[in-house]
């Protein structure tokens, strides 16, 4: 069973900041299958990148997404204040099918 | 534009059973899994399984296997997430997702690009 574990817990930063997000795996997560959420108070989560690099439909380019096997980064370029969020990481194909990191929260510094 | 739209807010006592929905439009029901996420309160998204619009096959996480039942009506296209007997550790926000991944066209990754608006459930005596 794979299992992801996100860093930091909690990131504190200013807007235009530079957001670094780390998400590491127990095991090589199988031909980069990871992606990552954003999480918004009382919304839904939505999709920002997926295959560990690309970008869904609609998600500015200050977003991206990076890494392979056990380690993936997800960084964000100059803060926007709509940017802080929870943020989660996601393997999908391997036992358990899916799984979620904890999540990391960036907030306001 | 692909849309999933879950039924509503739930107060249930222990023991009741309960069935939630979620209405997809937009797209071809039964090329993509649509799967259910749970999130307590406070806490993080859980994979709990997911069902295969076409032949209604199902894959459940081994944390939920046995505790809920994960269907879907293609003729109308909704899937639905169901209880026997609610506890109330199953107090939560449940959300549907669709898989982008399509299966007849083999396009998309197996992210969740969709999600519900969320059903919130709460079981309390």
């Known amino acids: 069973e794979i299992v992801l574990t996100q860093s930091p817990g909690t990131l504190s930063l200013s807007p235009g900041e530079r957001a670094t997000l780390s998400c590491r795996a127990s095991?090589?997560?199988?031909?980069?299958?990871l992606a990552w959420y954003q999480q918004k108070p009382g919304q839904a989560p939505r999709l920002l990148i997926y295959g560990a690099s690309s970008r869904a439909t609609g998600i500015p380019d200050r977003f991206s997404g990076s890494g392979s096997g056990t380690d993936f980064t997800l960084t964000i370029n100059r803060l926007e204040p709509e940017d802080f969020a929870v943020y989660y990481c996601q393997q999908y194909g391997s036992s358990p099918r899916y799984s979620f990191g904890q999540g990391t929260k960036l907030e306001i510094k | 534009e692909v849309h999933l739209v879950q039924s509503g807010a739930e107060v249930k006592k222990p023991g009741d059973s309960l069935k939630i929905s979620c209405k997809a439009s937009g797209y071809n029901f039964a090329s993509h899994w649509t799967g259910w996420v749970r999130q307590i309160p406070g806490k993080g998204l859980e994979w709990m399984g997911v069902i295969y619009g076409g032949d209604s096959g199902t894959t459940y996480s081994p944390s939920f296997q046995g505790q809920v039942t994960i269907s879907a009506d293609r003729s109308i296209n909704i899937a639905y997430l169901q209880w026997s007997s609610l506890k109330a550790s199953d107090t939560a926000m449940y959300y549907c997702v669709r898989h982008d991944y399509d299966i007849l066209t083999g396009e998309g990754s197996d992210a969740f690009d969709s999600w519900g608006q969320g059903t919130m459930v709460i079981v309390s005596s």
């Open positions: 095991q090589s997560v199988r031909s980069s299958y």
